[in-house]
């Protein structure tokens, strides 16, 4: 029976950060534990082809919630990483990390050491900016952060009709102030993705103290009294651990594996047949996730970049991207957008995602025709869901309640979010350019009801899911992790995920969950950052 001093669940854009961190020391043997493969298929590496990737499935894992009435009875279908990199390997590259009140918010939470001022220095270490530098930014990190290399027509018109209704433009959306519209930075480099493997993992492959296991899966967690001391996988293999354990297999799968493990809810997991190791009733809550919602407009010309894909098109964009990393195939298609204060709080409460295309979703054929797709996103919601086991056998899907806008003022923020894209949509810029609106059809937005029926039956995941296994103080009985990413009560293993927020960030998921893994590394190792 192997033992090492760490083992690491989850090989996604956290673990990856993780292995890095840990195994700089080599006194430490560490092990990497990753579910699914290797980022191995090309088309994870090309910045544009990262739809081909989630179009074959073999590479995510798309997780179903149960019906969910907030939907008008659709399930949340959550695609999610499962390679190497994980979510930062099929992700659309956009570096955000969120706004300065989410932090200091969490702060006032409980969870002291977790303020902007706290996190920004390890937001800097493991940055390394192209063009920024200085009080927000690094240069020094593995992760390399871009410039757009290619900017397409529509992207253009979106950022300057947004302008033409008074959304003011913003060139950093995570420097001094979040709130504009702009292109975003991408964790790229050199027209390529740069995945947290990429960033983080290929250096640490390099060492003899670091073990990889990919398309290996963890069962659940064991135990001596209260200290982890190994995990066992679903072929019975067992992996022992003298140090630490962290998860990072997300916040859908980690909550899993704490209940599977006797971590949870002690009579739920008690009616199971499930031997209790500690009764913590918020493994499995809080669940939360961005919607966003489609505004579609189609074009007078054929001018997106449908059908760029096939034929003679799609072997000149490679061959140019071949010869010279540029063109199509270097963008990361969600060029631009921003985030707009549509409640007039002081704090932007609506993001945009914007594609130079008709798009769908895996419930939805996209409309027909070209045009560009604006995706109003809320971005702090305050409906909440919940993952629970139906039994004590690992390989059994979870009960997954989403528990989507089932809170009204998540209905209300995507009408005003809308409404924004709406009027976006008809700013000079881009009216010169769209024929017509197709989504929503042109009336419904004047219709309440019938507005808000449309955001039931359309809106979509942004792929953030988080919130269930939230950090918080000792006496917050909800609480799974402290600020120190302990679970209360256990000795030997942390979460190091997603899952540990106790509010959804405002903005894109991935930077962040790698800064908690950068600071889950630094409480494990003891070391301070430097940022």
């Given at each position: 029976?192997?033992?090492?001093?760490?083992?690491?669940?989850?090989?996604?854009?956290?673990?990856?950060?993780l292995?890095?961190?840990?195994?700089?020391?080599?006194?430490?043997?560490?092990?990497?534990?990753?579910?699914?493969?290797r980022?191995a298929?090309?088309?994870?590496?090309?910045?544009?082809?990262?739809?081909?990737?989630?179009?074959?499935?073999?590479?995510?894992?798309?997780?179903?919630?149960?019906?969910d009435?907030?939907?008008?009875?659709?399930?949340?279908?959550?695609p999610?990483?499962?390679?190497?990199g994980?979510g930062?390997s099929v992700?659309?590259?956009?570096?955000?990390?969120?706004?300065?009140?989410d932090?200091?918010?969490?702060?006032?939470?409980?969870c002291?050491?977790?303020?902007?001022?706290?996190?920004?220095?390890?937001f800097r270490?493991?940055?390394?900016?192209?063009?920024l530098?200085?009080?927000?930014h690094?240069?020094?990190g593995s992760?390399?952060?871009?410039?757009?290399r290619?900017?397409?027509?529509?992207?253009?018109?979106?950022?300057?009709?947004?302008?033409?209704?008074?959304?003011?433009?913003?060139?950093?959306f995570?420097?001094?102030?979040q709130?504009?519209?702009?292109?975003?930075?991408?964790t790229?480099?050199?027209?390529?993705?740069?995945?947290?493997?990429?960033a983080?993992?290929?250096?640490?492959?390099?060492?003899?103290?670091?073990t990889?296991?990919?398309?290996?899966?963890?069962?659940?967690?064991?135990f001596?009294?209260?200290?982890?001391?190994?995990?066992?996988l679903?072929?019975?293999?067992?992996?022992?651990?003298?140090?630490?354990?962290?998860?990072?297999?997300?916040?859908?799968?980690?909550?899993?594996?704490?209940?599977?493990?006797?971590?949870g809810?002690?009579a739920?997991?008690s009616?199971l047949?499930?031997?209790?190791v500690?009764?913590?009733?918020?493994v499995?809550?809080n669940?939360?996730?961005?919607?966003?919602?489609?505004?579609?407009?189609?074009?007078?010309?054929?001018?997106?970049?449908?059908?760029?894909?096939?034929?003679?098109?799609?072997?000149?964009?490679?061959l140019?991207?071949?010869?010279?990393?540029?063109?199509?195939?270097?963008?990361n298609?969600?060029?631009?957008?921003?985030?707009?204060?549509?409640?007039?709080?002081?704090?932007?409460d609506?993001?945009f995602?914007?594609?130079?295309?008709?798009?769908?979703?895996?419930?939805?054929?996209?409309?027909?025709?070209?045009g560009?797709?604006?995706?109003?996103?809320y971005?702090?919601p305050?409906?909440?869901?919940?993952i629970?086991?139906k039994?004590?056998?690992?390989?059994?899907?979870?009960?997954?309640?989403?528990?989507?806008?089932?809170?009204?003022?998540d209905?209300?923020t995507?009408?005003?979010?809308?409404?924004?894209?709406?009027?976006?949509l008809?700013?000079?810029?881009?009216?010169?350019l769209?024929?017509?609106?197709?989504?929503?059809?042109?009336?419904?937005?004047?219709?309440?009801?019938?507005?808000?029926?449309?955001?039931?039956?359309?809106?979509?995941?942004?792929?953030?899911?988080?919130?269930?296994?939230?950090m918080?103080?000792?006496?917050?009985r909800?609480?799974?992790?402290?600020?120190?990413?302990?679970?209360?009560?256990?000795?030997?293993?942390?979460?190091?995920?997603?899952?540990?927020?106790?509010?959804?960030?405002?903005?894109?998921?991935?930077?962040?969950?790698m800064?908690?893994a950068?600071?889950?590394?630094?409480?494990m190792?003891?070391?301070t950052?430097?940022?």
């Amino acid at each position: 029976m192997a033992t090492y001093d760490y083992i690491i669940v989850g090989g996604g854009s956290s673990g990856c950060v993780l292995a890095n961190r840990l195994s700089e020391n080599p006194a430490h043997n560490v092990l990497l534990i990753e579910s699914g493969r290797r980022d191995a298929d090309p088309w994870i590496h090309i910045p544009a082809t990262f739809f081909k990737v989630l179009g074959k499935g073999i590479d995510i894992h798309p997780y179903a919630s149960n019906p969910d009435k907030g939907l008008n009875g659709r399930p949340s279908i959550v695609p999610q990483g499962n390679v190497l990199g994980g979510g930062s390997s099929v992700n659309a590259m956009i570096y955000v990390r969120g706004h300065r009140n989410d932090y200091d918010t969490w702060l006032q939470m409980g969870c002291q050491g977790w303020s902007y001022e706290d996190v920004l220095p390890a937001f800097r270490s493991l940055e390394n900016n192209e063009r920024l530098n200085g009080q927000f930014h690094g240069r020094k990190g593995s992760l390399s952060v871009s410039d757009p290399r290619h900017r397409h027509p529509l992207s253009e018109a979106f950022v300057k009709a947004a302008t033409e209704i008074g959304i003011p433009h913003n060139d950093d959306f995570n420097g001094a102030d979040q709130a504009g519209v702009g292109f975003y930075q991408s964790t790229t480099y050199g027209g390529r993705r740069w995945s947290s493997a990429q960033a983080f993992l290929r250096e640490a492959e390099k060492r003899s103290n670091l073990t990889v296991l990919t398309e290996r899966r963890v069962a659940r967690i064991l135990f001596e009294g209260l200290t982890a001391i190994g995990v066992e996988l679903l072929d019975g293999t067992i992996f022992k651990a003298s140090r630490e354990i962290a998860l990072t297999a997300g916040a859908i799968a980690t909550p899993k594996i704490l209940q599977l493990s006797g971590i949870g809810e002690g009579a739920h997991l008690s009616s199971l047949g499930i031997k209790v190791v500690a009764d913590l009733p918020g493994v499995g809550a809080n669940y939360q996730d961005h919607l966003e919602v489609p505004v579609q407009g189609e074009t007078r010309e054929p001018i997106s970049i449908l059908g760029h894909d096939k034929g003679l098109r799609a072997v000149g964009h490679m061959l140019r991207y071949l010869t010279s990393h540029r063109g199509l195939l270097a963008s990361n298609v969600v060029e631009c957008g921003g985030f707009v204060d549509t409640a007039g709080t002081g704090q932007p409460d609506v993001q945009f995602h914007v594609l130079p295309v008709l798009i769908g979703f895996v419930d939805r054929e996209p409309e027909p025709g070209h045009g560009l797709s604006i995706g109003p996103c809320y971005l702090r919601p305050r409906s909440r869901g919940w993952i629970r086991l139906k039994s004590s056998n690992p390989t059994e899907q979870t009960d997954f309640n989403a528990n989507l806008l089932s809170d009204p003022a998540d209905i209300e923020t995507l009408v005003r979010g809308v409404e924004t894209a709406i009027r976006i949509l008809d700013a000079p810029a881009l009216a010169k350019l769209v024929k017509r609106r197709v989504l929503p059809r042109p009336g419904v937005e004047k219709d309440p009801e019938a507005l808000r029926d449309y955001i039931r039956q359309s809106a979509k995941t942004v792929f953030h899911p988080a919130g269930t296994a939230r950090m918080g103080r000792a006496d917050d009985r909800m609480a799974v992790v402290g600020p120190d990413l302990k679970v209360r009560g256990i000795e030997g293993l942390r979460v190091c995920d997603a899952s540990v927020m106790p509010t959804l960030v405002s903005g894109n998921t991935n930077a962040p969950t790698m800064m908690i893994a950068a600071r889950g590394a630094a409480f494990m190792t003891g070391k301070t950052i430097s940022g």
